[in-house]
């Protein structure tokens, strides 16, 4: 839970940052006056670049959510500064299309993202065109033929024990707006991706920023601020996949690699493998297997002592110790092996399985239990005289590991 908690922060700290900034540079006035009166154009350049991202990653969610900001930046801009003529078929007044706005840009966000990708992007992209420019057709035709009538839904207070009036919103858009953060956090914490906490941040900006959009350059920076954050989402997600492993989610081997290269000079390096994972595999079905490799690395994720698990392929996991030698990393190490070993991993319940089947037989022969337990072997080398590089340490540690399966498995080895 710790490291799920940790994980979720740091999914957090840019966007906050990049908030904290803005919101800094506004309430103390810091913007340059030459760099003011040309923020209005790193708005169409944040939307640009951004627009590129997502569209080279195949990322459509992104790519909406980009949309909807941009677009709430435009048409609030144009009513306020350079409002419509009376007569034309488009011509909605400020104060509807602001309330349409406050109601729409959260309730379209969490349309879109909950919508999963699953079609090809360009159908994904006809599709959400479609379905999002339909209501955003039928907003502005309501809005047009009907001004009064919405902003006579919109003013009201409905209920006054719960409206806060400092947020400057129309209660109604409030509370669409409240659950929005809500129904996001919901689905960040059940998928914790960086996409998800930067668009819940930049909700709340856009959202804040709204009400005050006649104040100077607030509303361009805020607009490019929220753009950013979401393009900077879609390079976050795509470091992830290629450098987390997403099985277990350790940094991968690539991650590593990387790691290995700024080790300094003392350092000890652990290899440790499920023992008889095969086995476990064939005899209760790779489902369970995935589970075990989880929680695997959920606890060597635990490690102490300064060390840092990496999966490094299959079953195979790795643990670096910058700055330890071997004999100070093995009762770390013994903590995680002692761990896995008393974890009780539960079994599927025999009645979903069909009475014939190979995996179901198997699972009979485990004396009854509803769980099984799993161990580990490892094996640690250190830096020294005789293994100068990295390479060297892993594959002694490798050499050792093999020795303490050798030697019965769920031990620890060291390097001679």
């Known amino acids: 839970m710790r490291h799920r908690l940790a994980h979720l922060f740091s999914l957090f700290v840019a966007p906050l940052l990049l908030a904290a900034g803005v919101l800094f540079v506004i309430a103390f006035d810091l913007l340059p006056e030459s760099l003011a009166r040309f923020v209005d154009i790193t708005v169409w350049l944040f939307a640009l670049i951004g627009a590129l991202l997502t569209l080279s990653y195949a990322r459509t969610r992104n790519f909406f959510a980009l949309l909807f900001v941009f677009l709430t930046y435009q048409v609030m801009i144009k009513a306020i500064h350079l409002p419509a003529t009376q007569g034309s078929d488009f011509y909605v007044a400020p104060a509807t299309a602001y309330n349409l706005l406050s109601f729409l840009l959260p309730l379209l966000l969490v349309i879109n993202s909950l919508w999963v990708e699953r079609f090809h992007l360009l159908q994904d992209l006809l599709l959400r065109f479609l379905v999002f420019g339909l209501v955003l057709i039928i907003s502005v035709a309501i809005g047009h033929r009907f001004p009064a009538e919405v902003n006579q839904l919109f003013n009201p207070v409905y209920f006054p024990n719960i409206y806060i009036e400092q947020l400057g919103l129309p209660q109604l858009s409030m509370l669409t707006f409240l659950a929005a953060l809500c129904i996001l956090f919901i689905q960040l914490l059940l998928n914790p991706q960086p996409y998800f906490a930067a668009q819940w941040v930049a909700l709340c900006a856009m959202v804040l920023v709204l009400p005050n959009f006649h104040v100077n350059y607030a509303p361009a920076l805020v607009t490019s601020l929220a753009l950013v954050m979401l393009s900077m989402a879609v390079l976050h997600e795509a470091f992830q996949m290629a450098f987390r492993d997403d099985l277990t989610g350790l940094p991968g081997r690539r991650a590593l690699n990387e790691r290995l290269q700024r080790l300094g000079r003392n350092y000890a390096i652990a290899m440790s493998d499920v023992d008889k994972f095969k086995v476990f595999n064939d005899t209760y079905g790779h489902d369970l297997g995935d589970q075990v490799l989880q929680m695997v690395a959920a606890q060597l994720k635990r490690v102490s002592g300064g060390g840092k698990a990496y999966r490094y392929g299959g079953e195979e996991f790795t643990l670096v110790f910058p700055g330890k030698t071997a004999e100070q990393a093995k009762p770390h190490l013994e903590k995680l092996r002692i761990a896995i070993e008393n974890y009780q991993v539960k079994l599927r319940d025999e009645s979903s399985r ?50 303490a399966k050798s030697a019965g498995r769920n031990q620890i080895a060291l390097a001679k």
């Open 354 to 403: 069909p009475e014939k089947d190979k995996e179901g037989k198997k699972k009979r022969s485990n004396g009854g239990k509803d769980w099984v337990s799993v161990t580990i072997s490892m094996g640690i080398a250190e830096r020294g005289p005789k293994l100068g590089s990295p390479e060297e340490v892993i594959k002694a540690a490798d050499e050792a590991l093999y020795k």
